[in-house]
């Protein structure tokens, strides 16, 4: 399995920026998505996450970390194994690597926790500047 995101950049403070995450030999109906971000001498943070697919085809559930909600929307494409981070209102401080990951779909309520999740992608960088 490999996971890669990619969409990163400098951006402006109240920018917007979407980063992507491209799966590959996953199946995005086996797998809850998260994204993860990392500063330089912190713990990597739970950024946002969604569910798995279900039957229909569609995803019910997804959470976010408190200082992003109303600003980021994740979302996910299952036909091209991709999840999105949809990044809106940026403020200095959401500047770090982002990392998308992949977390088994009967694991649900440990998608906060980094330590859960059994796939990493290699990190995009975010800068937003003041």
């Known amino acids: 399995v490999q996971l890669q995101a990619f969409g990163g950049g400098l951006v402006q403070a109240g920018g917007s920026l979407r980063l992507s995450c491209a799966a590959s030999s996953l199946t995005a109906s086996s797998y809850d998505m998260g994204w993860f971000r990392q500063t330089p001498g912190k713990e990597r943070e739970f950024v946002a996450a969604i569910d798995r697919s279900a039957p229909d085809g569609s995803s019910v559930n997804t959470v976010y970390r408190t200082s992003v909600e109303g600003r980021f929307t994740i979302s996910k494409d299952n036909d091209r194994n991709m999840v999105f981070l949809q990044m809106s209102s940026l403020k200095p401080e959401d500047t770090a690597v982002y990392y998308c990951?992949?977390?088994?779909?009967?694991?649900?309520?440990?998608?906060?926790?980094?330590?859960?999740?059994?796939?990493w992608g290699q990190g995009t960088l975010v800068t937003v500047s003041s």
């Open positions: 990951a992949a977390i088994s779909a009967t694991k649900w309520r440990y998608v906060r926790f980094s330590a859960k999740y059994d796939y």
